[in-house]
């Protein structure tokens, strides 16, 4: 099945987190919201691959290297941010 994806845009903000202090980089979400994501990618097993659909109904399949997670999914501190956002 394949997916819209949601754009994420990279910034080159570096940053921590407030409550564990790990290293996050800042990505702004296509709502214009700043979200940390773990500063380190994750490294996929080989032959991964992430199905994008175009505007046009084709679909694009990219080869998946690395990956990297929203701090938010990371952060031992998770409940204290989902409090804190709500
Ligand atoms: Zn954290």
Redesign the pocket.
């Known amino acids: 099945m394949a997916e819209k994806v949601a754009a994420l845009e990279f910034t080159s903000q570096r940053g921590q ?1 407030s ?4 290293e996050v980089i800042w990505v702004l979400t296509q709502n214009r919201k700043r979200m940390p994501m773990d500063a380190e990618p994750v490294k996929m097993p080989p032959g991964q691959y992430k199905l994008a659909e175009r505007d046009d109904g084709s679909v694009d399949a990219y080869l998946v290297n690395r990956v990297w997670i929203s ?1 938010f999914a990371t ?3 998770s409940d204290f941010h989902r409090k804190e956002t709500r």
Do not use: E, I, P, R
């Open positions: 987190c409550t564990c202090g790990a701090h952060c031992k501190d």
